[in-house]
């Protein structure tokens, strides 16, 4: 379906099926120093997909690609939603501060199950250093 000018009236989470989705991690080095990279995952199966497996593969990618060096040390062990397509976002640029029961304990739920659609944004990161953070939210420059 278009609308006028031949842009599409589908909404990006939802033009793309549960088996091939568009997700972006935002895996966190520093909270404090807001470092962060943005790893985009294309083709992900949100059916077959667990949280644990997503985990794996960026940790995998943070130690396979050259880019990714000074993300080596973190221990990545957390998982968060940040936000969904058409959500809204917060004030804080790499994760979500509010909401704590929008943290991805369970590694063996499927990715659909939590509520995951295309374009979703979560943030991965130290669950430790997190919690620091959260005690004490000032940024450094």
Do not use: C
């Amino acid at each position: 379906m278009s609308g006028e000018g031949g842009i599409s009236d589908v909404l990006t989470n939802l033009a793309k099926p549960k088996t091939s989705a568009t997700l972006t991690l935002r895996i966190i080095k520093s909270f404090e120093y807001r470092t962060e990279k943005s790893l985009v995952l294309h083709d992900v199966n949100l059916e077959t997909t667990t949280v644990g497996r997503l985990k794996e593969i960026a940790k995998e990618t943070v130690q396979i690609q050259p880019a990714w060096k000074p993300y080596r040390t973190v221990n990545l062990d957390a998982m968060k939603l940040y936000t969904k397509a058409h959500g809204a976002k917060t004030t804080n640029l790499i994760i979500n501060l509010d909401h704590d029961d929008w943290i991805l304990g369970d590694d063996s739920k499927l990715l659909a199950d939590v509520g995951f659609e295309n374009e979703t944004e979560v943030s991965l990161f130290n669950g430790e250093l997190y919690e620091t953070f959260k005690t004490n939210p000032e940024t450094r420059w």
